[in-house]
């Protein structure tokens, strides 16, 4: 299974296509997808289809919106969360189905813009109802997506260069940490534990090339999904090359890796910038 923040699926669809095919997902989760439930149908539904994938989908035009892809069932599709507050009206935020005996979430955390501002707060009330729909549900368990939090320090390449900024303060983390608490690991951390690893890098300034970037999409699974884990990693080619999206996929192999135990990052950037540099980000806040 995979999970992938395309930032506009209609401006991805010339990756998003030959990356299906490519890698031959079961599951898919997608976030910012940035269209209608009904245009998403009209551009994607046929060639969808064609590859066997049945599709959840809950979405808006312009911003936010989550799919889930799945060619091992989809069922007891629910959109939303429950008691989730808007802002102020209900975003396409979350989407869950179950996909081949697991409870699948596509999830999209809302960016929370500016520490302490009405957003920050909107951000911590979503994941605090996140939480709670997710504690209600069944053993086998995947929650995925754009969190837009780094889990620790480990998950930036300069803690000091978000000193400020969300996406890393203590409230987002203790948020983060207690939807983990409900028994679910973050797959990749776990399977790499001291390794460099990123998802997202910011289009300017070259932050992609030098590896300057952030891991905030991930995988959560519960242990007797987690224990079925042989392969966990970041396809970072797919952020390579024409017209991708700021993020990579995180791929996640149960029961056999088809490639190996290939990961953490693959193909691993060629010349990471690891010398301290000053703390100065190119965007003046966080990814949204």
Known sequence: ?????????????????????????????????KLTDPKFTELLGEELAGRGYEVALHGEGQWNGVAILSRVGLGEVVRGVAGAPGFPNPEARAVAASCGGIRVWSVYVPNGRVPESDHYRYKL????????????????????GDMNIAPTDADVFDPAAYVGQTHVTPPERAALAGLQSLGLRDVVRDRWPD?????????RAGMFHQDLGMRIDLVLASAPVAGRVRAAWVDRQARKGSGPSDHAPVIVDLDEAPDGDIGPVVPPPSAPVTRQRPAKLPQARPPT
């Open 1 to 33: 299974m995979a999970t992938w923040n395309v930032n506009s699926v209609k401006q991805r669809v010339p990756r998003l296509l030959p990356w299906l095919d490519q890698r031959q997902p079961d599951v898919v989760c997608l976030q910012e997808t």
């Open 125 to 144: 009330a979503w994941l605090a109802a996140l939480r709670d729909e997710v504690a209600a549900g069944p053993d086998a368990t995947i929650v995925c």
């Open 195 to 203: 390794e460099r690893v990123f998802t997202y890098w910011d289009y």
